[in-house]
């Protein structure tokens, strides 16, 4: 769900602002109303580092207007006549069946015999015979094995819509690797937020081996509904904290926290990248404080370890608001996106890293895959990653090797040489920035919007994570390396799929 967050805050109807302000994200409040994605959060423009016009709220969870278009001015009298519309409207747009009902679904599901086991494509649906004939004029798949019913992220086609779900499947090597890790940190207990393909594998393992491993999935995809119970999934929304299921999954949740002894439990999660990083950050630290509230012998003064799967160029935002958190060099590949794989070559790779508030150390990349251990580090850092003798650490993002700019005082990509004119390293072929102008939000000299102190940090400028987000969509969608090709193939693909939904 690209942008997820981002709600009202980077959605078109809010594009109005005027140059020089953006919009914040003051965040989830008492007393907000609810859209069928739970709380809104609250938003206002700023402008000169200012508050300016009237604040107001908009869904958390989808960032596009025609998946959810709630909004409400904060101090607007809101009528009972459309209160109660509200209200019936958000009924009506829950998930056909209960969680409840679609475990007792698949109980039954599960009793049939393999040719009358059919799954409805088009509503995404596993039926019971009686259904069959509402779902006849739909594209059925038959003969579902349990094999099949117990991987449901391949069964399940993956909601791409980058502004809604933006759902990117690990390739099994990475999830694969992401386990093994796990396993070998000491781990038993797994907190799986948007990451129902890790989710799946602990299941299933779980299911055929002597396995010790559990798991919970926190996801806002409640097609994961009919394949979990509800000590196994929980639907829920990572940029307001909401459980859907009321009281009683914030429940299954804590106590799947509350860790035995040796049972220790470790969260991972991989959001979209479009998703406003402090409504997410503001989420995890809720989940990391449910986390400590449970009793710990022996792990009083710390946190809940974290795995937070992200692109490196989100880097200083997370570690803005965990500055415990540090990245890894491992590249994470994904199936269902043929740009962010694996590159052997030094060519398309992946961007998207493991942050994480373990130590460094202790992280062990795969050596046959390239990654080195830099004891002067003293962490494994990927093979074109070179120790800058001058800044003292091994300094590439983005697995290139970087070269040091002696009058920048850091290492920067490769491909950047330094501007006298801009005064920092930056693309040869890259327009200089008027110098004589100041920052774009305050007027003032010596930095640029992003970086504009007028804006507080909780309040950061979302238009400065617009332009991020905008990247990112752009990287996602066109790839790192801007293949034409590359971009005909992935919206080739997508028209068959949405012509194949018609039929
Ligand atoms: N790589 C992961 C999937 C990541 S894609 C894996 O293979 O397991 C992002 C995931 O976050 C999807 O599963 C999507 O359904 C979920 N998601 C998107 N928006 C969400 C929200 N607001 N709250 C909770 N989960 C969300
Ligand atoms: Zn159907
Ligand atoms: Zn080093
Ligand atoms: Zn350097
Ligand atoms: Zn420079």
């Known amino acids: 769900m690209a942008a997820g967050g981002g709600a009202g805050a980077g959605g078109g109807r809010h594009q109005a602002a005027a140059p020089g302000s953006a919009l914040a994200l003051l965040g989830a409040v008492p007393g907000a109303p609810s859209c069928p994605h739970g709380p809104a959060l609250l938003f206002v423009k700023v402008s000169h580092g200012r508050e300016e016009g009237r604040r107001f709220y908009a869904c958390s969870a989808c960032r596009d207007r025609k998946d959810c278009n709630?909004?409400?001015w904060e101090d607007e009298k809101v009528s009972e006549t459309r209160l109660a519309a509200r209200e019936e409207y958000n009924r009506n747009h829950?998930?056909?069946f209960t969680h409840r009902q679609n475990v007792e679904r698949y109980k039954n599901f599960v009793l049939l015999p393999l040719s009358?086991?059919?799954?409805?494509?088009?509503?995404?649906?596993?039926l019971l015979p009686a259904e069959w004939g509402k779902h006849s004029s739909h594209q059925i798949l038959c003969d579902i094995s349990t094999a099949q019913s117990r991987s449901p992220s391949q069964l399940l086609y993956p909601l791409e819509n980058k502004k809604t779900n933006a759902q990117y499947l690990f390739a099994n090597r990475s999830c694969q690797f992401l386990l093994d890790l796990i396993i070998s940190?000491?781990?038993?207990?797994?907190?799986?937020v948007g990451t129902p393909r890790l989710h799946e594998m602990i299941q299933l393992k779980a299911s055929q081996e002597d396995f010790r491993v559990r798991s919970l999935l926190l996801d806002i995809d409640f097609r994961y509904s009919q394949f979990y119970t509800e000590d196994e999934f929980c639907h829920y929304n990572m940029f307001n904290h909401y459980f859907f299921g009321g009281e009683a999954a914030h429940e299954t949740c804590r106590k799947f926290l509350h860790q035995d002894k040796d049972e220790r439990v470790i969260m991972v999660t991989d959001p979209p990248?479009?998703?406003?990083?402090e409504a997410l950050a503001s989420s995890f630290k809720k989940l990391m404080a449910m986390w400590k509230e449970t009793e710990k012998e022996g792990y009083e003064n710390q946190e809940m370890p974290v795995f937070w799967i992200f692109p490196y160029f989100f880097e200083s935002r997370i570690l803005e608001f965990f500055p415990s958190f540090r990245m890894m060099d491992y590249q994470v590949d994904y199936d269902n996106h043929a740009l962010y794989k694996h590159g052997k070559t030094g060519r398309r790779q992946s961007p998207v890293r493991i942050f994480t508030n373990l130590s460094p150390s202790m992280i062990v990349l795969p050596v046959e895959e390239g990654y080195r251990f830099?004891?002067?580090?003293?962490?494994?850092?990927s093979s074109g990653n070179q120790h800058c003798e001058i800044c003292n650490s091994c300094t590439s993002k983005d697995g290139r090797q970087w070269k040091?700019?002696?009058?920048?005082?850091?290492c920067v990509k490769p491909s950047w040489f330094h501007c006298n004119n801009c005064n920092c390293c930056a693309l040869q072929n890259h327009t200089c920035e008027k110098t004589d102008a100041g920052c774009f939000v305050c007027g003032k000299e010596g930095h640029k919007r992003s970086t504009c102190p007028s804006l507080s940090r909780t309040r950061t400028s979302c238009q400065a994570d617009k332009k991020q987000r905008q990247k990112t969509l752009k990287r996602v969608k066109i790839?790192?390396?801007k293949r034409l090709a590359m971009k005909h193939a992935i919206f080739s693909r997508r028209k068959i799929k949405n012509k194949k939904k018609k039929t």
Request: some cysteine; overall charge positive; charged content about 20%.
């Open 479 to 481: 790839g790192i390396h």
């Open 273 to 277: 990248f479009g998703g406003l990083v």
């Open 185 to 192: 940190l000491g781990f038993r207990r797994v907190l799986c």
């Open 374 to 381: 830099c004891a002067i580090c003293q962490r494994y850092v």
């Open 404 to 410: 040091h700019c002696s009058l920048c005082k850091k």
């Open 116 to 126: 009358k086991r059919r799954f409805c494509q088009e509503c995404q649906q596993l």
């Open 70 to 72: 709630f909004f409400q």
């Open 94 to 96: 829950q998930p056909p």
